[in-house]
């Protein structure tokens, strides 16, 4: 398995990027799919996970403002993020269950 995740750059506040994790393996379409995140000198945190069957679960801090999707026959998933905040700064791993992990793209919202 590997997964490919780009979309990071840097954009100002109240600005919108969209993310994208291409898995290279043949499970992605069964497993629940994800995005988390590392600020510096933070833990990772979980931001938004999607099932097989298209549930979603979201942090707290993202609700109503990240939208995570998902294309099984692309085995890609999707970070849709808008109203940008300066705290939503950090590298972003795509995460395929039960352990799979993406390089990581980064994410800076400037003031």
């Known amino acids: 398995v590997q997964l490919q995740a780009s979309g990071g750059g840097l954009v100002q506040a109240g600005g919108s990027l969209r993310l994208s994790c291409e898995d290279s393996g043949v499970i992605s379409s069964i497993n629940n799919m994800g995005w988390y995140r590392q600020a510096p000198g933070k833990q990772r945190k979980m931001v938004a996970v999607i099932s097989s069957g298209g549930t979603t679960t979201y942090a707290d801090f993202v609700k109503g403002r990240f939208t995570i999707s998902r294309d099984n026959a692309k085995k890609t998933v999707y970070l849709q993020m808008n109203s940008l905040k300066p705290e939503d700064t950090a590298v972003y791993y795509c995460?395929?269950?039960?352990?799979?992990w993406g390089q990581g793209t980064e994410v800076t919202v400037s003031s």
């Open positions: 995460y395929l269950s039960p352990c799979f």
